[in-house]
């Protein structure tokens, strides 16, 4: 069972909430799973989207993207939405095309 600290009155049907279903922490862990794997996904969708041009990543890095920017975006490390932006600008793709290609 789940042990739940407030400071007030827990309502007896969020208790039996948090006793039958899953706790936080399980979900939490099954979400990061997840996300890990699209990032991954992405990860891989960048290398493909760089190496179709036939470019390093330093090229890149000249038009305004950073080199650890890219990495970071490639390795399936945690990507800021900004820097997402910023490599499909240099990739010169919209986020429609990049998702697209990812389904």
Not at 20 to 36: F, H, L
């Amino acid at each position: 069972m789940v042990q739940v600290y407030a400071p007030y009155q827990v309502q007896p049907f969020f208790a039996s909430y948090l006793s039958e279903n899953k706790s936080m922490i399980e979900v939490g862990e099954e979400t990061k799973s997840s996300n890990g794997q699209r990032l991954e996904a992405i990860g891989r969708l960048l290398i493909e989207i760089r190496f179709s041009e036939g470019r390093n990543q330093d090229e890149f890095a000249e038009w305004g993207a950073s080199r650890r920017q890219i990495q970071r975006g490639e390795y399936g490390s945690d990507l800021r939405l900004s820097s997402l932006f910023n490599l499909l600008d240099c990739y010169g793709y919209t986020l429609q095309e990049f998702f697209a290609d990812m389904v």
